[in-house]
Nanobody, 124 residues
Framework: QVQLVESGGGLVQAGGSLRLSCAASGRSASTGSMGWFRQAPGKEREFVARISWNGGITYYADSVKGRFTISSDNPKNTVYLQMNTLKVEDTAVYYC?????????????????WGQGTQVTVSL
């Protein structure tokens, strides 16, 4: 079992920036890949970005490409999501998740472990 703890959410004005962190602990914490998802009120959880622990291969949803950057600090077992040029529509609870085995990168069912989420609110 891997434990994931997100931090860094908050309230920011449109056009601003936030950096989310996700600390992983437990056996096999730094194997596989790590993803960020988000869920807005009344909507399904959607894929945001993903990075592999080995090699740092990244993948982004089209809606955040060019604005968000996912990165990892392997010795710290921590993954980051740098969010720039935030928009009101980025408002959601953001979750990090661990993908232990190969699967569809954008599917929630491909991820085995989830954090508790951190709220990001973007105001006008």
């Amino acid at each position: 079992q891997v434990q994931l703890v997100e931090s860094g959410g908050g309230l920011v004005q449109a056009g601003g920036s936030l950096r989310l962190s996700c600390a992983a602990s437990g056996r096999s914490a730094s194997t596989g890949s790590m993803g960020w998802f988000r869920q807005a009120p009344g909507k399904e959880r959607e894929f945001v970005a993903r990075i592999s622990w080995n090699g740092g291969i990244t993948y982004y949803a089209d809606s955040v490409k060019g604005r968000f950057t996912i990165s990892s600090d392997n010795p710290k077992n921590t993954v980051y999501l740098q969010m720039n040029t935030l928009k009101v529509e980025d408002t959601a609870v953001y979750y990090c998740a661990r993908q232990a085995r190969p699967g569809v990168v954008t599917a929630t069912s491909s991820y085995d472990d989830w954090g508790q989420g951190t709220q990001v609110t973007v105001s006008l």
